[in-house]
């Protein structure tokens, strides 16, 4: 049984950082590709941040030089670091693998998110 245990979100103000982790279970964690995905009220969910098996990174424009995602296979846990934060990064942030085509293997597994709140 996959699960997907997201923490560390918040409410900061604009120009602050929080840390998001995610511990997974229920998958060889150690060789997907790893994502943080978000959804803001009234839009879809896109995803932001992705990270290979073998540790390379990829990041959606709009975070960029903000955002940095990290894992550690040992615990089966991926981080996103996030700085500079804007009332835009303001979502439900969800971690889940990543396939080639930016969604997760499968749309069942989700964890409940954790809540981001960027005041300006």
């Known amino acids: 049984q996959v699960q997907l245990v997201e923490s560390g979100g918040g409410l900061v103000q604009a120009g602050g950082s929080l840390k998001l982790s995610c511990a997974a279970s229920?998958?060889?964690?150690?060789?997907?590709?790893m994502g943080w995905y978000r959804q803001a009220p009234g839009k879809q969910r896109e995803l932001v941040a992705r990270i290979t098996s073998g540790g390379s990174t990829n990041y959606a424009d709009s975070v960029k030089g903000r955002f940095t995602i990290s894992r550690d296979n040992a615990k089966n846990t991926v981080y996103l670091q996030m700085n500079s934060l804007k009332s835009e990064d303001t979502a439900v942030y969800y971690c889940?693998?990543?396939?080639?085509?930016?969604?997760?293997?499968?749309?069942?597994?989700w964890g409940q998110g954790t809540q981001v709140t960027v005041s300006s």
């Open positions: 889940n693998t990543v396939t080639m085509f930016g969604t997760p293997i499968s749309d069942h597994y």
């Open positions: 229920g998958i060889i964690f150690s060789i997907n590709t």
